[in-house]
């Protein structure tokens, strides 16, 4: 049994700073490509930014420049966040390929 184990959420005023990180537990603890998806109330569960075993990184357009994803080691993924804005307000969900979810941690930042 594999779980994903999230941490960092927080208040934040805008252009604050958070930094999410995640671990995975269990049988299975190497991964091929882990992540973050975020989800607002009232819309569907999004992708913020993955990141392969190898460093390949994606960023959703809304967050590049302004958030950071790394790895420091094949089962753990860390979200840096940066000018934080009241539009990035979501509870976070830590990814693990090929369907593996952490419970989710709230980010709410003030306007």
């Known amino acids: 049994q594999v779980q994903l184990v999230e941490s960092g959420g927080g208040l934040v005023p805008a252009g604050g700073s958070l930094r999410l990180s995640c671990a995975a537990r269990?049988?299975?603890?190497?991964?091929?490509?882990m992540g973050w998806y975020r989800q607002a109330p009232g819309q569907q569960r999004q992708s913020v930014a993955t990141?392969?075993?190898?460093?390949?990184t994606n960023y959703a357009d809304s967050v590049k420049g302004r958030f950071s994803i790394s790895r420091a080691s094949a089962a753990t993924v860390d979200l840096q966040m940066n000018g934080l804005r009241p539009e990035d307000t979501a509870v976070y969900y830590c990814?693990?390929?090929?369907?593996?979810w952490g419970q989710g941690t709230q980010v709410t930042v003030s306007s």
């Open positions: 269990g049988t299975i603890v190497s991964f091929g490509t």
């Open positions: 990141i392969t075993i190898g460093g390949s």
């Open positions: 990814y693990a390929f090929p369907n593996y």
